[in-house]
């Protein structure tokens, strides 16, 4: 007899005020991961994953990589114009340059005939942005809001809605490091970007002074994935007072048919970042063979080192490709503070010259990947909004680590000799950047 279909109700998971179990903490739940007898394949990693985020794992969903700005924000364009019902927005930065009003002028056409649009920024991330452009939405039919402005709730300045979700009808969805502006490459070739610098240390804020786009991942995806991702959009939607609207429970066949398992990695203050630590953690230690991770702002806790170097201990190539340019140098030294220890444990370390490296990204075993708006930072795990995808696909982790093998060709290895023999003063840097990482 065929089973009944699942309903999945339209609430945020893990849930608010949880109080994830000693042995599936990020410090313990390597135990449990690296008994696994096939590694991330072995059906028990997918039942590890469900049990430490208490979420949903995504059947028979298609999935595209993007690592270029232009490519990426076409195919968002493509989305929106096809948009019959809805479009739902979120940005950490939206600029007011030519990359943020053809997205406008493309959620305004989609207003025009009919469909329902919703926009939703950060007031920090978006500090540049004039007050006019948004009144311009609103006119034009979009439904705008920004999240935690700068002259209500003292208190509240600190937590940021760093994610970055466009979903569409909710069935195609779009996440990763991208912001909506110009910087990614959707602009003309020129020395310098014009764009003003947010008035914050935070990811992504900064100004883009590199000649070249900055190198960052996006991904879309097609399938009930997609349902989730609104789900994420709302909750931000209605922190930001913005008017509540329906979400219906999803219906999920026991046989969704072929394609990418994927399970939305989400978090926000006080709810979801201990899940999220402890799911990257039973990556590394389910891998048997390689760990790559990119990432733009790194500066992690120790604990993070120790998990990485026990994976080196059981004969995993674990890498790193971290900024060699940055918009933010504060955040750069202080993840040199951390780079000794991890280069002593055996964690390869190389820095990428070619342009600012803006994306968050592993693969492992070229089977399980994450891809979001997740940094290695104090803040991302204690502050922030932050959205990933962890996919259980073989296509998308071959091609994610096609792009970190062409990644090491515009970067420039960290050895340990080499880095032992660096100057007193950008020792001295580095080790007070370390100590003021939390506060960045």
Request: glycine fraction near 8%; aromatic fraction near 8%; include cysteine.
């Given at each position: 007899m065929p089973r009944r279909p699942r309903r999945l109700l339209p609430i945020p998971r893990p849930r608010a005020g949880r109080r994830l179990p000693r042995p599936l903490r990020a410090a313990f739940v390597g135990v449990r991961s690296r008994a696994l007898p096939d590694g991330l394949a072995d059906p028990g990693f997918e039942h590890l994953l469900q049990e430490i985020d208490e979420s949903p794992v995504h059947r028979g969903n298609r999935v595209s990589v993007f690592t270029r700005g232009e490519e990426a924000f076409a195919a968002m364009r493509e989305a929106i114009a096809a948009a019959r019902r809805e479009v739902l927005v979120e940005s950490y930065i939206w600029r007011d340059d030519s990359t943020g009003r053809a997205f406008l002028d493309d959620l305004a056409k989609a207003a025009a005939r009919g469909v329902t649009v919703r926009a939703l920024a950060d007031a920090l991330g978006s500090f540049g942005t004039r007050r006019e452009f948004w009144l311009e939405m609103e006119r034009r039919g979009i439904e705008a809001r920004r999240f935690h402005p700068l002259v209500r709730g003292l208190w509240n300045q600190v937590f940021r809605d760093h994610r970055k979700i466009l979903v569409v009808d909710r069935r195609v969805g779009f996440t990763g490091g991208m912001n909506i502006a110009e910087e990614y490459g959707s602009f003309p070739s020129r020395s310098k970007l014009s764009a003003p610098r947010a008035p914050s240390a935070s990811a992504g804020a900064g100004e883009g002074a590199?000649?070249?786009?900055?190198?960052?991942?996006?991904?879309?995806?097609?399938?009930?994935?997609?349902?989730?991702?609104?789900?994420?959009?709302?909750?931000?939607?209605?922190?930001?007072?913005?008017?509540?609207?329906?979400?219906?429970?999803?219906?999920?066949?026991?046989?969704?048919?072929?394609?990418?398992?994927?399970?939305?990695?989400?978090?926000?203050?006080?709810?979801?970042?201990?899940?999220?630590?402890?799911?990257?953690?039973?990556?590394?230690?389910?891998?048997?063979?390689?760990?790559?991770?990119?990432?733009?702002?790194?500066?992690?806790?120790?604990?993070?080192?120790?998990?990485?170097?026990?994976?080196?201990?059981?004969g995993v190539d674990v890498r790193l490709l971290l900024p060699g340019k940055t918009d933010v140098p504060l955040v750069r030294h202080a993840g040199h503070g951390y780079y000794r220890a991890l280069l002593e444990r055996g964690v390869r370390i190389f820095e990428y010259r070619d342009s600012i490296l803006h994306a968050k990204s592993m693969v492992a075993d070229g089977h399980a990947s994450v891809v979001g708006s997740t940094n290695l930072d104090f803040r991302s795990f204690h502050f922030n909004a932050e959205c990933n995808l962890v996919i259980l696909d073989p296509a998308t982790g071959r091609r994610l680590e096609e792009v970190f093998e062409e990644d090491l060709q515009g970067a420039e290895e960290i050895t340990l000799d080499a880095w032992n023999r660096r100057g007193t003063l950008h020792k001295l840097g580095d080790r007070a950047a370390r100590w003021l990482s939390p506060l960045l």
């Amino acid at each position: 007899m065929p089973r009944r279909p699942r309903r999945l109700l339209p609430i945020p998971r893990p849930r608010a005020g949880r109080r994830l179990p000693r042995p599936l903490r990020a410090a313990f739940v390597g135990v449990r991961s690296r008994a696994l007898p096939d590694g991330l394949a072995d059906p028990g990693f997918e039942h590890l994953l469900q049990e430490i985020d208490e979420s949903p794992v995504h059947r028979g969903n298609r999935v595209s990589v993007f690592t270029r700005g232009e490519e990426a924000f076409a195919a968002m364009r493509e989305a929106i114009a096809a948009a019959r019902r809805e479009v739902l927005v979120e940005s950490y930065i939206w600029r007011d340059d030519s990359t943020g009003r053809a997205f406008l002028d493309d959620l305004a056409k989609a207003a025009a005939r009919g469909v329902t649009v919703r926009a939703l920024a950060d007031a920090l991330g978006s500090f540049g942005t004039r007050r006019e452009f948004w009144l311009e939405m609103e006119r034009r039919g979009i439904e705008a809001r920004r999240f935690h402005p700068l002259v209500r709730g003292l208190w509240n300045q600190v937590f940021r809605d760093h994610r970055k979700i466009l979903v569409v009808d909710r069935r195609v969805g779009f996440t990763g490091g991208m912001n909506i502006a110009e910087e990614y490459g959707s602009f003309p070739s020129r020395s310098k970007l014009s764009a003003p610098r947010a008035p914050s240390a935070s990811a992504g804020a900064g100004e883009g002074a590199a000649v070249r786009a900055w190198r960052d991942t996006h991904v879309r995806v097609e399938g009930p994935v997609a349902w989730e991702m609104a789900v994420v959009f709302a909750e931000g939607w209605d922190r930001a007072r913005g008017k509540p609207f329906t979400l219906e429970p999803l219906e999920v066949s026991a046989s969704a048919g072929d394609g990418a398992r994927i399970l939305v990695l989400d978090a926000r203050p006080r709810r979801g970042y201990a899940e999220a630590a402890a799911v990257l953690a039973a990556i590394v230690a389910a891998a048997r063979r390689r760990v790559w991770i990119t990432n733009a702002y790194f500066a992690p806790r120790l604990a993070a080192v120790r998990i990485l170097g026990a994976a080196v201990r059981h004969g995993v190539d674990v890498r790193l490709l971290l900024p060699g340019k940055t918009d933010v140098p504060l955040v750069r030294h202080a993840g040199h503070g951390y780079y000794r220890a991890l280069l002593e444990r055996g964690v390869r370390i190389f820095e990428y010259r070619d342009s600012i490296l803006h994306a968050k990204s592993m693969v492992a075993d070229g089977h399980a990947s994450v891809v979001g708006s997740t940094n290695l930072d104090f803040r991302s795990f204690h502050f922030n909004a932050e959205c990933n995808l962890v996919i259980l696909d073989p296509a998308t982790g071959r091609r994610l680590e096609e792009v970190f093998e062409e990644d090491l060709q515009g970067a420039e290895e960290i050895t340990l000799d080499a880095w032992n023999r660096r100057g007193t003063l950008h020792k001295l840097g580095d080790r007070a950047a370390r100590w003021l990482s939390p506060l960045l």
